[in-house]
């Protein structure tokens, strides 16, 4: 599985989604360092918004392969200056978080990424799981079987007839 790095400010969601795809129980915790799983890098969000501090989200960046620039669909503005992933010399993601949020303008955040340079982008709820799966099966490299897959597989040879296509499935609660 490909790496990726979450970077986005304070309050984004990076360490609610990393708890997502992790399978986790969904929990408030603020992250103080970088946290350095099997694929993925959750930074805090001081990072990206102190000068002083960015120049360790390059340094971490080199060890993934996509950067994650995160924003919550409740933002009242971006962080990111236009065209930001320009400077990026790996492959750059967007992601809307809280996406179901009552407050939220998911569109306005996804143009926002647009405008930053972000090509492809993944509208996501931790709460609902909604985009998790997407940005999981984004990640998969070509000779991987993900969770989801090996138990269709296995449903499939029983010989009760085809099961679910993956699109039809709702997985929640994927370890990675």
């Keep these: 599985m490909r790496k990726i790095i979450f970077i986005g400010r304070s309050e984004s969601g990076k360490t609610t989604l990393t708890q997502a795809m992790k399978g986790k129980k969904i929990k408030y915790h603020k992250t103080q360092y970088i946290n350095h799983y099997d694929v993925i890098i959750d930074t805090p969000g001081e990072y990206a918004e102190t000068k002083e501090l960015a120049g360790a989200l390059a340094v971490y960046g080199a060890e993934a392969d996509v950067v994650g620039l995160l924003m919550s669909a409740t933002e ?87 099961g679910n296509s993956d699109e039809q499935m709702k997985v929640k609660g994927v370890v990675i």
Excluded at 89 to 108: F, L, S
Excluded at 122 to 135: A, H, K, L, Q, Y
Excluded at 139 to 157: F, I, M, R, S, V
């Design 76 to 162: 009242p503005f971006s962080l990111y200056p236009p065209n930001v992933c320009a400077q990026a010399n790996r492959e750059v993601v967007g992601i809307v978080t809280k996406c179901d949020h009552w407050a939220g303008d998911p569109e306005q955040a996804a143009e926002w990424l647009r405008l930053a340079g972000c090509k492809k982008i993944f509208m996501t709820s931790s709460f609902t799981g909604e985009g998790v799966t997407d940005i999981i099966s984004y990640l998969k490299e070509e000779h991987e079987t993900l969770p989801w897959e090996q138990a269709k597989a296995q449903y499939d040879n029983l010989g009760y007839g085809a």
